[in-house]
């Protein structure tokens, strides 16, 4: 601790709660009654078909990072199509146009490389794109002499005329050989289906060289079993943004093939004695670093060949049983009913009514981007390949993987809390055994397939942990958390966490991106506060209290700027507080990013000089036009995500347009949120302004549509926005349904006039969590003046 | 099949065997009782302490490729120096320097680059080397700066006058550092103590860049974590001989490190996001493809520290549990000791006296040698990783790895199944747990570590497995057996096989070396047939017995040799039968490899042209000197192992000196065999001819001192020769033993005059097993005449 002036220990701030009483709800009781009606009983008709809702190409242009392929909520295999094999870097050095392929997929392309079994959806950087498949007829020898890693010879023309998606199925025809591809999938098994032509000559390609964000030497090892005529294992092996991964395969055509081979690519030629065969062909073990295989058929026109490939992170004989546990049959269709009926009862959890079929849409498919992660990761058994590169079993939870959670814990971890209860704390249980798997004792930063890839900043896990205890969440050993979490927010070689420890800030010339780094993890503090609270140890809850008000030691009094400091407790010159870059702000400036301070909010209004200059402040944020200097042509961000300075395509801003609130501008929060729905939201594939986030950007649009926005989890309390939604009925655990109903919904009223909670006048802009999860109704009258 | 005539099926040759009744025995009884007394009883005194007779520099220098450090019988870890750091390829040529550095030991090198952990015993060709700790003082500056892979910069000068080796135990004075190593070793656990000079660098070096046969892109993989201030974990994966190969180690130490570090070595930047942290210092967590780290302590004079590194094939967990099951404690000397208590178990398995100490000390190293392969291939808990690369357990048997078995076939699994029936079983337990996982459907044909490596040729398991079985092995199961040998023998595309099926010849013009395949293929199929005799499959015992004479289309009546012959049935032109390149044979030539027909010597002799000429080639075969140019200055055919044109530095003769016999030249085979076990063995470390392979050099010695030789494995008998003992017993099974004692036994009377088996003349060169196992008196009665 040097000689910087410790603040005093603060509390939460005691913002006026609303009580709750049993008065009766008269006037929405028909609307409530209707609606569970609607809902109700086994099956689904149209109306409860909710998957019609869904177009997965919204956000497959640009910015958006999404996929269109098929995934069960939550699954482990997404199957997907690929638009792109650019290197991700070219003699060296990095190839820019790789970031919109973080999954895969842009639909302004024009031809598809094949499908493949693993992606992310919405991120900023990128990996996997595991076990690459094409359907193809004729030779495949100019496919074979390729030996440029980076650049397939093969590929198809496709046109969106011939493509189609929907929850948990995919179309395209591939123009060039006139197959249809049709792909669905099981929790771990995709399943492709190809209607060949009349061939001699049909081919399914496996190409293992294949990455998303590929590159000569991302490959580590890959080995190959052809088990049978029919069935084919292996695993490969890659270093990329997960530095050390493996992920298992099994595949299993429906019909044999009648010959098959492969080629190796490997720039490190093999030394040992398989040079003694001829390995290429009907040889069947495969071994190196980069190998694409082929597999030959016969076909009749219009023969349907399936093929069936599961995945798992333990190994190949795990792939196996997930296969034959999954999928034992070859019925296509049938995965793929199955498929829609898991999205639909997913789905239903929130039912909607919009002022347009478009907004259903927007909503809907909002809401099936939030359940594209975390997902899945364990075998059927409950086995898994853990970080420390062990096999574990999941005692008493379900394993996921792919931690966003600088974007994640914002909105997205928020609405699990919501509708997937069950699911959160099992994503919290995943987080506390990477933490005991951890070398370093930490909870994941960015998680995915059994490895730490430290992208962004903080130690959110512990937002997504306090949040999930703060509103009840059950079933998670408390005790074991708080130590976990302190565990965590103790690693001196993190991110400048050692400094921070002893100083109470980053110093910038330590560790960049200084302020956005000592803002977040002062909020993680309280975070870990709200759980020490909880786990009834006060040392450790003043302590962290203590560190959560660390943000002060970044706030300049004379420029009222939260600015980047050095070691020696200077303020670094020079200071542009519009920069993006070089500032000590990560995606994001002084301006914007200095309002991150969202456990204490009426604090950083003093600070800032009042509630009038704190409104001003905003209002300049979103009505200044940022100059072009200041803007990324690619990455997070560009002028898709941007109104004024306000940059809605990337997360640090999120919570903005709910603060007006704290300053008693509640109608400029109002107008802010319902011109960001409508302008940062479409219904198609331009529909995200910038990277859904692993379901971040969408989490903001179910709240925000539905009338509030957890704008500090850990807070048991969602702050009001403006709803635009005529109505919902959010189905939460117990059976229990909170309606919203939105009286004089349209386009213009956008101002909330008047919020009841069953019946009640809401006296804050805060509405408890309580009274959501305990059902009833809620009322948003509203209004087309402020 | 072509136009070839079919031989009629052949059968066993029907040699008289002798008929064995309960005389008593006189002669020897007082003999027997004395050494029965001589080692019965528990613990060792001088009398038993049989380790004081093995020197294990035997072999150590030029082709002996045997290492000097420690081990146990059998043991998964050979933990032993390096004095070798060559790359094996220089700029994508072969370097030939690396041969002699199978085992990483030569005796006239003046430095040590480290201790590792896995070490093959007398192969010819190698791989291994795995987890290479060196103790320094001092900077490791310069050790980490030098980035050329192939060469360390810290090595230390050492003496032989400072350096000891026993079994289970190597000790040197590191020169340089003045630090003294000492090593010795549990099962699956090695372990190091280094007495330190004081210092305030004391350093423990793990160099993960290092393989025996090392080249840059061997190495895979490599992932370490320090898990606390004493202990690590992680893995190495290599693709060398063994294709897919990873290994997993825990290392404790006996203190906590004061600090540590890494340095990586890849040619493959790593492109991901850990490149935000100084991973060089202090950074729990190495991952990535050539990895070398230090672990600093401060040390008093004369301090000892103690490191523990165990081996698992399936994981760090494992090792771990290996380490803290079979070393708990710190006591070097109780580990060292029980060690030497378990050699000296194994050693007493046959007690000798022999003429002098010099070659008491050549038997018992030579028995010391034939316990270093197969070895142990599992964690203690019966997991290991297989050749489908998954984990499996063991039911019902000890896993083994190291299947030298182009070799090992031979004598030294003949050995087993006299002295050590129970690993002999679970070693062919492990051979068909390798079928099983074999996705080519085949035993072993040289396999380790989890791969197979298809080095040399045949499928010589089968002969292992009719061997035992033939030899009354039980639990064994006869008809899984014979169905993993059918399916062996079946396999297309291995080496020639498919046109051996179809031709009844390995064609030299699809396949090089068809006459050693021919000739081997027909050996291996004959031992099917027995196995197929006793599971009573009366079918394929004959459809093998066909097969097994297939010797004969190789046969080239007008030339009388063995010859290459081309796929139209043409014998190949022009023919060299000395040349031992190219001809059709490996590693041999027509002249000496032309005799491999073990099954059926009888007919041999008889296609050779009767047993005058057959003796007449034999005699030519050691009284004619090779001319140079059919010598190898390195490898298999060396001067140092050769006798005329007999080559015992190399296998595929090691029965010839015994084939007078079935010319009825016994006296010959009895002046031959007493030359070569003493001209070509000896005690020092130039004491063997050439590679001692797997034991199977050491496993002849064995046999022949000890006066008979399993010529044709698979047959109940053994082909009499000249003991060099002075007299023998062999601990057999149930508490039988039999003793040899040999009459007038000199250097000079090398001429057996009688032999008698509890007292009855032997009336055949035979001696059947079931002699040896009932136990007795063997007695050989020698002469200085024939």
Known sequence: MQDIELPAAIRNPDYSLPIMDQK???????????????????????????????????????MGHTYPGATLPFGMVQLSPETNYLPMYIHGKYNPEVYRYCSGYQYEDTVIYGFSHTHFSGTGHSDLGDFLLLPTTGSVDSWLRNNDLTRSSTFSVFSHRDEAA???????????????????????????????????????????????????????????????????????????WARTRTLYFAIRFSK?????????????????????????????????????AWFRFQTAEGEQIGVRVALSSVSSAGALRNLEAEIPHGDFEMVRAEARQRWNRELARISVETLTDDDRVVFYTALYHTMLAPVLFEDRDGTYRGLDQEVHHSEGFTNYTVFSLW???????????????????????????HHDQSVHHMLPVWSHHANENWCMIGYHAVSVIADALVKGLTGVDTKRALQACINTSSVPYFDGLGDYQRKGYVPEDVSGNSVSKTLEFAYDDWCIAQIAGIAGDRKSYERYMQRAANYRHVFDPVSLYMRPRMADGSWR?????????????????????????????PELIRLMGGRKRFTRCL????????????IEKNEDITRDGIIGAYVHGNEP?????????????????????????????????????GND???????????????????????????????SVKNAVIRLQGNKTLSINVINQSRENIYVKRVLVNGKPLESFLLPHDVIMNGGMLIFEMSNTP
């Open 407 to 433: 974007d994640t814990y914002r909105a997205l971890h928020p609405l699990f809390n919501l509708i997937h209860p069950d699911r959160n704390r099992d994503m919290i249980a995943s987080m506390l055994a």
């Open 256 to 292: 044999a093939f009648s010959e098959y081979g492969h080629r190796k690519y490997d720039t490190v030629p093999y030394k040992g004695f398989y040079r003694r065969f001829d390995e290429s062909r009907n040889f069947p073990e495969m071994a190196g670093r980069d190998i694409r």
């Open 24 to 62: 009766t709800i008269t006037s929405s009781f028909i609307l409530l009654l209707f609606v569970l009606l609607l809902f109700s009983g086994p099956g689904y008709s149209q109306e409860d078909d909710l998957s019609r809702w869904v177009n997965p190409f919204i956000g497959t242009h640009r």
């Open 693 to 723: 986030d692993a379901g971040q950007m969408s989490a903001w649009y179910i709240f925000s549509s539905l009338g509030f926005y957890p704008v500090c989890p850990g807070l048991p309390d969602y702050v009001l926005g403006s709803p």
């Open 619 to 630: 209002d300049s944020i979103f009505e200044t036009r940022l100059d072009d200097r200041y």
């Open 573 to 601: 010159i020079p200071f542009d507080p519009l920069d993006t870059h070089g500032q000590g702000f990560i995606e994001g400036n002084a301006w914007n990013y200095g309002l991150y301070v969202p456990h204490n909010i």
């Open 166 to 240: 929907e929850p948990g199925y995919y179309r395209v025809k591939l123009a060039t050989s006139g197959i249809l591809a049709e792909l669905t999938a099981s929790e771990r098994v995709g399943f492709h289906s190809y209607t060949f032509p009349r061939s001699d000559s049909a081919n399914i390609l496996l190409d293992l060289v294949y990455n998303i964000y590929t590159y000569e030497g991302k490959n580590i090892w890959t080995f190959v079993r052809i088990e049978n005529d029919s069935t084919i294992t292996g695993y490969r092996q890659t270093s990329g």
């Open 653 to 689: 801003g999120h919570h903005i347009p709910y603060l007006y609130n704290y300053a008693a501008y509640p109608w400029k929060t109002q107008a802010r949120v319902r011109m960001i729905i409508n302008s940062m939201y479409g219904s198609g594939p331009d529909g995200l302004c």
